[in-house]
Structure formats: structure tokens, C-alpha cells
């Protein structure tokens, strides 16, 4: 089993700045995908940023790309999203996700692939 530990989520004004963290334990962290999903109240979830167990692939849906990055530290087992220009519309609940990697070369951007899911944190931006 893996447990994943999100903090960071928080109220923040537009423009401004947030780190997500998702602590991991209970496998070794680099066989590991990883991925950060959203949730707003009444709506499905939704992919945001995935990475793969070694750092070389790194996916952002487009609404993110140009604000948010997505990075881990294996030796921490901890990855991380780091929000930059937030907007009021990034205002959910996020989460973070894992799954056994499968070294086929394709990192997992859907929520059914992940296997283990963190509890989420809120954030919440204000216009």
C-alpha cells in the first residue's frame, strides 16, 4: 500500500503563489508516477500535472502550462506543484495520485490509472 500526504493548500489572492506537497510512503518512491488532480465544488475531477518516476516526462494540461510546474525529489519521496499567477478558477481541492510505474514510457493522465490517491488539500484563490 502507499499513503500519500498532501500540505500546502491554503487562501491566496489572485496572482499569487502556492507550493502543493505530497509526501509518499510504503513503496520505494522512485517506481512510483505521479500525478496532481483537481476537484471544484460540482465539478468532475481533473487532470492538472503528471511526472514520471524518474523526473524525464512532466505533462501540465494547457490551462496550467504557463503558471504551474511539477517536480519530485526521489530522495525526499515527495513530489511537487508548485502555482505561480493563480486564478480564482484554480480553486479546488487537489490531489495527489500514484501509481506503479510500468516502464513502458507512458506516464498515466488519467484518474483511473492511478492506483492510490491522497486525501486532497483546498486551495482557494480569491479575485
Known amino acids: 500500500q502507499v499513503q500519500l500526504v498532501e500540505s500546502g493548500g491554503g487562501l491566496v489572492q489572485a496572482g499569487g503563489s502556492l507550493t502543493l506537497s505530497c509526501a509518499a510512503s510504503?513503496?520505494?518512491?522512485?517506481?512510483?508516477?505521479m500525478g496532481w488532480f483537481r476537484q471544484a465544488s460540482g465539478k468532475e475531477r481533473e487532470f492538472v500535472a503528471a511526472?514520471?518516476?524518474?523526473?524525464?516526462?512532466?505533462y501540465l494540461v494547457d490551462s496550467v502550462k504557463s503558471r504551474f510546474t511539477i517536480s519530485r525529489v526521489n530522495a525526499k519521496n515527495t513530489v511537487f506543484l508548485q502555482m505561480n499567477s493563480l486564478k480564482p478558477e484554480d480553486t479546488a481541492v487537489y490531489y495527489c495520485?500514484?501509481?506503479?510505474?510500468?516502464?513502458?514510457?507512458?506516464?498515466?493522465?488519467?484518474?483511473?490509472?492511478?492506483?492510490?490517491w491522497g486525501q486532497g488539500t483546498q486551495v482557494t484563490v480569491s479575485s
Open positions: 511526472i514520471s518516476w524518474n523526473g524525464g516526462r512532466k
Open positions: 495520485a500514484a501509481d506503479p510505474t510500468k516502464y513502458t514510457g507512458s506516464t498515466p493522465l488519467r484518474y483511473y490509472e492511478y492506483d492510490y
Open positions: 510504503g513503496r520505494t518512491f522512485s517506481t512510483l508516477d
